[in-house]
């Protein structure tokens, strides 16, 4: 740490900081599993990690996943195994047919992708015995992350973007609130050259859209949209955690009877209207497969409200509820016996 110049080590200490006390993760003390590419953010994200953990006793591995889906994406394999080399870093890498693997399983380049990559991190977590994986989101891909969720109509705290640490994954983004801009000048500060993926730049992808084009204007509109982003994210984490203390209570006031679930009345009569929405989809959630559409739980809650008894609403997965004396009944509903 001491090699690098102040401004720099700065900037590597505030990430640690924020990860400690912002995310709950002290990971420079941790064995960490970092995910690279050869980008900008993975390769700013191995030196960091790597820095801090020398300062901490913790120790670093590396993963990179080839998909296989540019000609020049062996060259981004051989640039990691360069930096990680020059950085005394272990590094695990493996090459897949991403573009295969989207057409076997009927899904997009890019979920493939994604679905592909956090499995192999995973099995290299396992295998290395590596206490967390840590992947180079930032701030501007949080942003666009907040766009892309308010185009589908998530709702309220999701609404504020992907998670800083995911303890049931062990994942971590370390880098979450720090812009692009200043992971790039980190890296000029630290003399290191990273790769482009000029897959980036192409439009067709929803995500590459609000990246190039969306971004950047609401940015024109407002220099300190990131700093809005920012505090987005901070007043979403807050809430989420009051509404799931909230939840927990009330969630064990759940009657169940083999695959039925009923939630009292005495439980919902006084209840604040967003808490039991969100009691409504966590029961209907729990019951089986099929998303919960924000419409069927106003819907609900509507019927709850008037005192509809006998009357229901069907959710995605078959899963129906309806409204009687005791309280709100959930179940999945047989089709065949449904159909005679």
């Not at 006793?57 to 998909?67: E, N, Q, R, Y």
């Not at 990246?211 to 984490?237: F, G």
Request: net charge positive.
């Amino acid at each position: 740490m001491q090699d690098l110049p102040r401004k720099a080590a700065r900037f590597c200490l505030g990430i640690g900081t924020f990860a400690a006390r912002e995310l709950g993760c002290d990971f420079p003390s941790l064995r960490c599993l970092v995910a690279c590419s050869g980008g900008a953010d993975s390769i700013a994200l191995l030196l960091i990690t790597n820095m801090l953990c020398r300062c901490k006793g913790g120790s670093v591995i590396a993963a990179h996943l080839d998909h296989a889906l540019r000609p020049e994406s062996a060259d981004d394999a051989a640039f990691v195994a360069h930096v990680c080399h020059a950085q005394g870093i272990e590094l695990h890498t493996e090459r897949m047919d991403i573009a295969l693997l989207a057409k076997t399983t009927g899904v997009g380049l890019e979920e493939a992708g994604r679905t592909a990559r956090y499995a192999y991190l995973e099995r290299i977590r396992h295998q290395k015995g590596a206490d967390i994986i840590l992947v180079a989101h930032q701030l501007n891909d949080l942003a666009e992350d907040q766009l892309m969720r308010l185009m589908r109509g998530t709702g309220w705290p999701a609404l504020g973007g992907m998670d800083g640490f995911d303890p049931d994954r062990k994942l971590l983004r370390p880098l979450l609130l720090c812009p692009r801009t200043a992971l790039e000048d980190f890296l000029k500060l630290s003399n290191q050259p990273w790769r482009v993926d000029i897959t980036n730049f192409d439009r067709a992808t929803t995500r590459n859209r609000v990246r190039h084009d969306v971004l950047p204007q609401l940015l024109s509109h407002n220099s300190c949209y990131l700093d809005s982003a920012a505090r987005l994210w901070r007043q979403a984490r807050m809430d989420q955690s009051y509404w799931d203390e909230e939840l927990a209570r009330t969630l064990a006031m759940v009657v169940q009877h083999d695959a039925k679930r009923l939630i009292p009345a005495e439980s919902l009569n006084g209840c604040p209207a967003p808490l039991r929405l969100r009691l409504y989809k966590a029961v209907l959630e729990a019951t089986g497969p099929g998303q919960c559409l924000s419409d069927g739980l106003f819907r609900l809650d509507e019927l709850w409200v008037a005192g509809s008894n006998g009357k229901s609403v069907r959710f995605p997965g078959d899963k129906e509820a309806r409204i009687t004396r005791a309280g709100i009944a959930v179940q999945v509903i047989d089709r065949k016996k449904e159909c005679g």
